[in-house]
């Protein structure tokens, strides 16, 4: 699997949208693609998101016992 590489982007909450002066704009990551299916990671699953000082770490989240 070859390195991806993404940019922070900014986006803002759609209820701030309405609001004056409008708040700053918050940061945006937007994964995408079939590789993500590749490893795992399928429309509908859950995930969870660890996040460290200069990293996150994303897995699929364990499957909840029937």
Do not use: C
């Not at 309405?18 to 079939?34: A, N």
């Amino acid at each position: 699997m070859k390195k991806r590489h993404l940019k922070v982007r900014d986006t803002y909450y759609e209820h701030h949208l309405k609001k004056w002066p409008q708040p700053p704009p918050v940061p945006k990551i937007e994964l995408k693609g079939y590789w993500l299916n590749q490893i795992g990671f399928e429309i509908g699953k859950q995930l969870q998101v660890l996040p460290g000082t200069d990293h996150i770490v994303i897995t699929l989240a364990p499957d909840k016992p029937s």
